[in-house]
């Protein structure tokens, strides 16, 4: 029998966090860019939003403008970033009720890698991208691989799609709770029980009529997540 006090079982739940912009206050990519490329990137920027290119080929481009070793894009990437509010609480707590939790992203492995260390946070499954030389043997130049486990949709092209991963992540009787900030999340947020959402995916959200929770504080979030996943039961 339940009580308020039971501990809260999330082991039902699937989390699937999108990186920059999301887990991260804002959006360091694109900071990154603009410190090794100056504003060379932003054409690709507006040719994505555009609809022109899609976001793979966006980051791709991008990276390709680089013109120094790669460690010197994942410290500009990394260096700066700092957690969204309450981030580091919601996660410890989702562990600790027995959610899987798992990042996916376009951006940087070992970016997302070294902001975990830093700030001491507690594994989670990463499905993220590496940066490879675009020659197959030095770089630069460089180029994206995303993780293999990437899907391929009309939207995103092949092998970028991050539905792949919710798929293969997706349980029979999972909810799935979705939190991303950009147009590379709304093949997520599509196919998610829950979504929260900032940026441009809010826009984006609306547009489809997909319902969503506006995400600015995580321990909002959190709240809002435990909420759906307690089994309501009849106060004596
Ligand atoms: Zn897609």
């Not at 990137?41 to 980051?59: Q, T």
């Not at 609480?89 to 990042?103: I, Y």
């Not at 675009?134 to 539905?163: E, H, I, L, S």
């Not at 969503?212 to 321990?219: E, F, G, K, T």
Request: aromatic content about 8%.
């Amino acid at each position: 029998m339940s009580s308020p006090t039971a501990p809260t079982d999330l082991s039902r739940l699937l989390v699937v966090l999108d990186y920059d912009g999301t887990v991260t206050d804002r959006e360091y990519n694109v900071l990154a860019f603009q410190k090794l490329t100056g504003d060379a990137w932003r054409v690709f920027e507006d040719a994505a939003r555009r609809g022109e290119i899609s976001h793979a080929e966006c980051i791709d481009r991008e990276v390709g403008l680089i013109t120094t070793p790669k460690q010197e894009l994942i410290a500009a990437n990394a260096d700066d970033a700092r957690l969204a509010r309450g981030f580091s609480e919601f996660l410890e707590a989702l562990l600790t009720d027995g959610a899987r939790v798992a990042v996916v992203s376009a951006g940087f492995r070992e970016a997302i890698e070294q902001l975990w260390r830093r700030e001491k946070l507690p594994p989670v499954e990463l499905f993220a991208s590496e940066i490879v030389p675009r020659d197959g043997v030095a770089g630069p130049p460089w180029t994206v691989a995303f993780d293999r486990r990437f899907g391929a949709c009309p939207t995103c092209g092949p092998g970028a799609c991050k539905t792949g991963v919710l798929r293969r992540l997706r349980g029979t009787g999972d909810t799935v709770a979705v939190f991303g900030d950009g147009v590379a999340d709304l093949c997520l947020a599509r196919e998610a029980d829950i979504v929260f959402a900032r940026g441009a995916l809010t826009e984006l959200c609306e547009r489809e009529g997909i319902a969503y929770h506006r995400l600015s504080d995580y321990r909002r979030a959190l709240a809002q997540l435990t909420d759906r996943m307690t089994p309501q039961t009849a106060t004596p």
